[in-house]
């Protein structure tokens, strides 16, 4: 494989291990909230394992629209939009839930059905406040996940080598290591259409 498919494993492993712990079911309506690189891959392997509807969920519509364009979402809804997101409360089997902030992982335990999986990929440094109600009286399956095994890992290197996945198509551009800082202060704005930015430090 190629220097920047190779850069794309780790997070492609992380993706493959959050969908194999919620055990996607042929014909199940998965959510993604949040569509950085660690929701996108989820989505494309929900999509995988046979969903017949995968939806991503974004406070950021360039990325929302950038889920669906890519392919990886039949649909993408604006997490900002009380509206469109009370239409899907206890709507989805399995939701993975990839930000890691309050609002991301309490619109996950909303959105997901009465006896549904929410799997927790989002890392957060600091105690969430979310609502334990909604996974008490849905009686949820939380279910947090951390990487990949190494089983996992070797199986993303051959899904890519073979080309049975492209993750090609996540990555934005490639920097020089000068441009590295404004590629940052690019990502953390909140409204930039980059997905994956790879740093080519000969370039
Ligand atoms: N558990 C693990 O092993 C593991 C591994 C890698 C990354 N992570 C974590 O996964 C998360 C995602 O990683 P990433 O690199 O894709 O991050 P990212 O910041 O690129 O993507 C997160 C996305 O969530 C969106 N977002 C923010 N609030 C939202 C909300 N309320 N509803 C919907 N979308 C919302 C943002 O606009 C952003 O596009 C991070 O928290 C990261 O630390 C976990």
Redesign the pocket.
Known sequence: MSDEEGALVE?TA?GFHALNLAQVDVGDDVLV???????LVSAMFAKKSGASKVVV????IE?GEKAVELGVADEWID?KDEKVMNEYTNHFDKVIE????T??VN?ALKLVKPGGTVVL???SMVPLNFASIDAVMKELTLIG???YTKEEFAKCIDMIANKEIDVLKFVSKTISLEEVQSAYEE?TS?KSESIKILVDPNK
């Open positions: 997070p992380v909230v949040g569509g950085g690189i660690i929701g969920s974004e406070a950021n990325r997490a990839c930000c890691g902030n609002p991301a619109s990929v989002g890392v996940a951390i990487a990502l909140g």
